[in-house]
């Protein structure tokens, strides 16, 4: 009965391991899951040796092979937690490969000793318990080895549970396991409610299970970290994360390329920050109150807005600046670019409604105002506003308005000759239309509109010529 449960417990961590190498396969950490969970089961399953193995050589071997494993098994939850949590170990192959070094060194000089049976820190079988007898003095070094390479382990978890708050929660729910396994443990051994070849494939089942989450969820985490730095890394805004001594932690391409670089100090400097004291000393009390700010600055000849962010944790505690400028040097040449086009185009405008709208001062006081062309709402309202400024500047007492040139009148046209002349005799002068053709006379005959209060003339001679006569020049 035992060994049939043992077996179904087998089983079950099996397809465990199996389940999280199909969801994650394109990881390493699930790789190392699913070898990590079969040696677990082989060192699990060392209380059914006693009932398969009953030769004393046989059960030496077995034994053997159970003590190698149990040093395979250290390396190997090494490799697994420092790939969760500990990455950077493995971006070099040379910095994980001195860190395994000791552990491969001691696995192999107790490989060798137990499969030559040399005697160094094994000497056979214990009679009476049936498990290795450490061999004197040597074989005391083990259990140190063991649990000193353990602290290694542990001291990595505490690093990462104090650097990372990320992973505070994965940690937290290892630790947890490990010490309902430990006390469940304790307990059975007391009250024996698991029997005691079972004991350790039930209890490892909160361990195995708290693997497997971390693993999948690292599998989720990171590629959505390695999107997030890639989206950052592409992005066209400077981006730059300061810790609480102003060192930058993290600075994207676009920072990069302004001299900012990982590991310096972000300080005011004669070849990075302007020289105006007013920003400069804008930009420091940002830094040092962490208060949010935007500056416009000029950093190695770029024209930037920074803008200076806090980073808090969840209990509101300031962490670090969060920097991002936006590179407008582009955009303030092209505004400085569009301001002169339209300055330029102004000052074309000006010259097209001096063009159309000419003013000619024919005498002291007598103003020609020659009209070609149509006459439309716009030009109407640039003809009345050029002759109210030049009779203002000039003080005009005469205005000849000839419109010989213009060839079809309408009641715009003829309310627009109105509107000027009416706004003009407010002004005290007087005012003359000239140049009406017989067509245009037809025209405003029909139209019914009369030119009441303004004198017509023939042409603008003829108005100069009536001024000399009336002795007004």
Not at 322 to 349: F, H, K, P, S
């Amino acid at each position: 009965m035992e060994v049939a449960i043992s077996v179904l417990l087998l089983m079950t961590q099996s397809a465990l391991a199996t389940f999280v190498l199909v969801r994650a396969q394109e990881r390493r950490p699930a790789w190392l899951f699913f070898g990590l969970t079969i040696i677990f089961s082989l060192l699990n399953s060392q209380g059914l040796f006693p009932l398969i193995f009953t030769n004393p050589a046989q059960s030496y071997d077995v034994r053997a092979f159970h003590g190698i494993l149990l040093g395979v098994f250290s390396l190997t939850i090494l490799w697994l937690l420092s790939q969760i949590f500990m990455p950077q170990w493995w971006q070099s192959l040379r910095t994980i490969g001195w860190i395994s070094l000791p552990y491969i060194i001691i696995i192999s000089i107790v490989a060798v000793d137990l499969i030559g049976r040399f005697g160094w820190f094994v000497n056979g079988l214990d009679p009476v318990t049936g498990l290795l007898r450490l061999a004197v003095p040597f074989g005391f070094i083990l259990p140190l080895v063991f649990t000193v390479g353990w602290f290694v382990i542990l001291g990595m978890l505490g690093f990462a549970f104090f650097q990372r708050q990320e992973w505070r929660q994965s940690i937290t729910f290892l630790i947890l396991s490990i010490l309902f396994t430990l006390i469940v443990t304790q307990i059975n051994l007391l009250f024996k409610f698991i029997p005691m070849q079972l004991t350790s494939l039930v209890t490892s089942f909160p361990i195995l299970g708290t693997l497997a989450y971390i693993v999948l969820r690292t599998s989720l985490l990171v590629p959505t970290r390695a999107a997030l730095d890639l989206a950052l890394q592409a992005m066209d805004d400077m981006l730059v994360v300061l810790d609480q001594q102003r060192k930058i932690v993290y600075a994207n391409a676009q920072a990069r390329q302004l001299g900012l670089q990982v590991d310096s100090l972000f300080v005011p400097q004669a070849q990075r920050l302007p020289a105006e004291p007013q920003l400069t000393g804008q930009l420091l009390q940002s830094l040092d109150q962490g208060s949010q700010n935007t500056i416009a600055m000029t950093i190695n000849g770029k024209r930037l807005n920074v803008t200076v962010n806090p980073v808090v944790d969840w209990r509101n505690e300031q962490r670090g600046i969060l920097i991002v400028g936006r590179d407008v040097t582009a955009l303030e040449q092209r505004t400085a670019d569009l301001e002169q086009r339209n300055a330029e185009q102004q000052r074309l405008l000006e010259l097209v409604a001096t063009l159309e709208t000419p003013m000619i001062a024919l005498a002291e006081g007598v103003l020609l105002a020659p009209i070609v062309g149509a006459l439309d709402s716009r030009r109407a309202q640039t003809l009345t506003t050029r002759l109210l400024q030049e009779v203002g500047s000039r003080r005009t007492r005469q205005v000849v308005l000839d419109i010989a040139g213009v060839t079809i009148v309408d009641t715009q046209v003829a309310k627009a000759l109105l509107q000027s002349a009416q706004a003009l005799r407010l002004l005290g002068c007087t005012v003359t239309i000239t140049g009406i053709s017989s067509i245009v006379a037809t025209t405003l005959t029909h139209l019914g509109i009369a030119l009441d209060g303004i004198e017509i003339a023939r042409s603008p001679q003829a108005v100069l010529l009536r001024i000399v006569k009336a002795g007004r020049l």
